[in-house]
């Protein structure tokens, strides 16, 4: 559950584990981040077409990763956010594991 702003990504699934992480850089607040999948055309609003395929909050002190299955062809949108209304800079890093 997203609680404090936000910024979304995607990446296209190609079979591979995916693990996007908040934790080689230093951030200067609580992070989220978390994993859906499903249909966004709905103007971008989340709404009730995405299913949450994994999320983490603290994983690595206050910053978090998660890693996840792609299937081969589906999108994957990625929001970072933070915990209890919190916001700030961040850097993520996406590889394949």
């Not at 949450?52 to 299937?71: A, E, K, R, Y």
Request: proline share 1%.
């Amino acid at each position: 559950t997203s609680t404090g702003p936000g910024i979304w990504y995607f990446v296209e699934g190609d079979g591979s584990l995916l693990q996007a992480s908040l934790c080689k850089f230093a951030t200067d607040y609580d992070t989220k981040i978390s994993i859906y999948s499903g249909d966004c055309s709905n103007g971008g609003t989340a709404g009730d077409n995405l299913f949450c395929v994994g999320g983490n909050d603290d994983f690595c002190g206050l910053q978090s990763l998660v890693t996840w299955q792609t299937v081969v062809g589906t999108k994957y949108y990625i929001l970072v956010h933070g915990d209890l209304l919190t916001s700030g800079s961040f850097e993520m890093t996406l590889e394949r594991v």
